[in-house]
């Protein structure tokens, strides 16, 4: 839809949003002082139809979040619109049918904006996005259709006012302060803001809504004495509650992921993020919940609730982009199934409008290097198509004239970028989307960025190999297992440049030389780092890469096999960060140790990934040892409970245990091949993925000393199925076969 916006930006006035004073020194006195644009804003427009309205339908956009209403009315389902793009460039905006909510007579149309993602909790560090301006503002265009076909458009402009909202401050990471008793004052004009709309674009990603609501499970007083709920999941959303109190009582709700080894509540791992919501009663009952923030949190603690707590009037919310849910899995491990929920929940909770780190501490950013190792398992858990083009739009629009790519996206004000395995998901990302779904369009939009980064690491590459730049490393490995930079980055160096020679071939873009620097860089890895078929660098990761990105052929492959499984069984376990788990179950199954994978996939103990389910974790944590078995903390710093990347094995499930594979050469699950891992300590494996073709599912389970495998294939859709070497082929429905 075309905007129709010649409208201009509203702000409000410096005098109202500077003014916050009697909310500095009086009603909440110890909250942190807010800056005058933290104090969100409402715009008022009051309108009268002039005949009888056909239709009706709003545009809408904000510096800021924004919610806006029609005669009270929320309007939309979302929240946190317009979302969060790169705002230097590319500003959403939303268009709504709001014909329903236009009445005779004097209407009122109003919008409150807060500073939502244009501010980060720590404004002077290097978290600082880089957004040019705090301004909060707001811009809309409503257009009537009267019912004798004549049109009207009413534009922020002449006649908008504002005025102070009752919610004083709001900030993304903090939380938020509403008092109830605060008199807004009168509304005076709303003044123009000159600001660029050539930002704008009709709203390209998911719409973030509320997802689910989930009770109280329990009400406990913790051993310091303080009463806490217990939402039984680690979240993303917020909590609506009732309350009541005398005029001026000031509640608070503070929010944690995770209780200490006392079983106290424990908030130090959201470093510099607050997650606090502050009510100021005026004597009434209120239902309320935030409108400008989120919280990532499983347990709420109530403090100086000015009335008796009680589990009924709490729910939380589950905040997050509107993505179709496709993939299941099941199977006999009630363990597995587990961690299986909590690699969904790490989608749910990170994939709020941008794929997220985590979503509580003062971090909650748009790291590419989690993106890239958790794509395929989003992909195939949710429909992600959308919601990774609008995300890929924007890495593109961020990305340097160089080529190099910013660690998160959107960028932060912050020099850092083109770290190997963070940037390379300005490659790895289109083309899972385009191996799930099958639509070449996303290849073709990103093509350029992806040949910029890859012409990145070929500028600085000499005799095929890229040595030098700043990187993160195998993020988080284990036991002093470095892989070196110099190994990584050749590795993803060579396999991003594979990728895009595919999707030249897809496009039909002309990609020799890309081929030719392939080889260059294979060959001169093999120079390096291989002596007598083994890697020099002896490590989990770097031989899972070198299996999985295709790096050595032959006996190598065989002996490089070997080697990794020769160091996973001397470890006992897995010792790989975020850039060797991704891959690491698949290069033991794909070599002929799909035992060992299941070694690996099945253990309880740390480090594993059944390790934090076996201590109640209902996410996936950013470290193998978050909490250890004696219930103390890794780390204070660095410690999320909600963290999705070492949930990339997902795709190991579907992959592997259940075997539910694409085919590249027909992506989208035209054809797949079908090639079921089992494991004598599980009795039965069940997947499926609602394909855009329909239902694609694998199971296997075992019947009277055989193993009885079904698939199903969607109409239109062929399979291949290998069970234990010998290959199926069949076409659309059910089929079975049972063998030994
Ligand atoms: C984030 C990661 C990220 C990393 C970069 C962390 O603070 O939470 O997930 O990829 O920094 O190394």
Redesign the pocket.
């Known amino acids: 839809m075309q905007p129709i916006f010649s409208a201009r930006w509203l702000q409000a006035p410096l005098s109202l949003r500077e003014s916050p004073e009697e909310f500095r020194t009086g009603a909440c006195p110890d909250h942190p002082v807010p800056a005058a644009h933290e104090a969100p804003v409402e715009f008022l427009f009051s309108f009268t139809p002039k005949g009888a309205v056909r239709s009706a339908s709003l545009q809408a956009t904000a510096l800021g979040v924004y919610t806006a209403r029609l005669g009270g009315q929320k309007i939309g389902g979302e929240v946190l619109a317009p979302g969060w793009t790169n705002y230097r460039k590319r500003l959403q905006y939303q268009t709504y049918d709001v014909t329903a909510l236009v009445r005779g007579g004097e209407n009122l149309l109003s919008a409150e904006v807060g500073l939502g993602w244009r501010m980060h909790a720590r404004e002077k560090d290097w978290m600082q996005p880089t957004l040019g301006g705090k301004d909060t503002a707001f811009l809309a265009a409503l257009t009537l259709v009267y019912e004798d076909g004549t049109k009207e458009t009413l534009k922020t402009g002449e006649g908008w006012l504002c005025r102070a909202s009752k919610t004083r401050y709001s900030n993304i990471y903090n939380g938020e302060v509403y008092d109830a008793g605060f008199d807004p004052g009168e509304a005076v004009p709303a003044p123009v803001l000159h600001y660029p709309k050539e930002i704008l674009i009709p709203r390209q990603g998911e719409r973030i809504t509320e997802q689910e609501r989930l009770p109280v499970q329990k009400m406990f007083t913790t051993p310091e004495g303080e009463l806490v709920l217990d939402f039984g999941q680690v979240l993303t959303g917020y909590v609506s509650f009732r309350i009541e109190g005398p005029a001026g009582a000031k509640a608070t709700l503070r929010h944690a992921e995770i209780l200490d080894a006392a079983g106290n509540f424990y908030t130090e791992n959201l470093r510099q993020a607050r997650e606090e919501i502050v009510f100021l009663c005026d004597g009434g009952t209120h239902t309320f919940q935030p409108r400008f923030t989120f919280q990532g949190f499983r347990y709420v603690q109530p403090k100086d609730w000015p009335c008796e707590v009680r589990p009924e009037d709490f729910t939380a919310v589950v905040v997050h982009s509107e993505m179709r849910r496709t993939g299941y899995f099941e199977c006999s491990n009630p363990l597995l199934n587990r961690l299986f929920e909590n690699i969904v929940w790490g989608q749910k909770g990170n994939f709020l409008d941008i794929p997220t ?2 979503p509580q501490r003062d ?1 909650r ?1 748009g ?1 590419t ?2 993106a890239q190792a958790f794509v395929r398992t989003a992909s195939y858990l949710f429909d992600t198509e959308t919601f990774f083009t609008k995300w890929l739009a924007d890495l593109a629009s961020e990305q340097f004239a160089s080529g190099g790519i910013p ?1 998160v996206i959107p960028r932060m004000h912050w020099d850092g970028d083109s ?1 190997t395995g ?1 940037a390379d998901a300005a490659v790895i990302c289109p083309w899972q989307i385009y191996l799930t779904y099958g639509d070449r369009e996303i290849l073709r939009r990103q093509f350029d960025s992806m040949k910029g980064w890859v012409d990145y690491m070929i500028a600085r590459a000499e005799d095929g190999l890229w040595l030098g730049g700043d990187h ?1 490393g195998d ?1 988080l490995f284990l036991e002093d297992e470095r892989t070196p930079n110099e190994w990584l980055q050749n590795a993803y160096f060579a396999y991003s440049t594979s990728l895009l020679v595919k999707a030249g071939e897809v496009l039909g873009v002309p990609v020799e030389d890309y081929r030719a620097q392939r080889r260059r860089t294979e060959e001169a890895m093999r120079q390096r780092f291989l002596r007598e078929g083994k890697l020099t660098c002896n490590t989990q990761t770097a031989c899972a890469q070198a299996l999985y990105f295709g790096l050595v052929e032959g006996e190598d492959r065989v002996s490089v096999a070997a080697q990794l499984a020769q160091l996973v069984r001397e470890a006992g376990h897995l010792r790989t960060g ?1 850039l060797g788990t991704p891959y690491l179950l698949h290069a033991l199954s794909e070599n002929g140790y799909t035992q060992l994978a299941y070694d690996l996939l099945l253990r309880t103990e740390y480090p594993s990934w059944l390790y934090p389910v076996t201590r109640g974790a209902t996410t996936v944590w ?1 470290r193998w040892d978050g909490q250890r078995p004696d219930g103390s903390f890794q780390s204070k710093g ?1 410690n ?1 409970f909600n ?1 999705y ?1 070492y949930g990339a094995v997902g795709d190991w499930l579907f992959g592997g245990a259940a075997g539910i594979r694409t085919d590249e050469s027909q992506p989208g699950f035209t054809h797949i091949r079908f090639a079921p891992l089992t494991d004598s300590r599980l009795d039965y494996v069940s997947a499926r993925i609602e394909t855009r073709h329909g239902t694609v599912a694998s199971a296997w389970k075992r019947e009277g000393g055989l193993i009885l495998y079904t698939f199903e294939v969607p109409e239109g859709c062929t399979a291949t199925a290998d069970i234990g070497g010998t290959v199926y082929q069949f076409g659309p429905g059910v089929k079975t076969v049972s063998r030994e």
């Open positions: 780190d985590c971090e950013l790291w290097g989690d660690h770290s963070w993160f993020w975020f950013e660095m999320s963290h990347a």
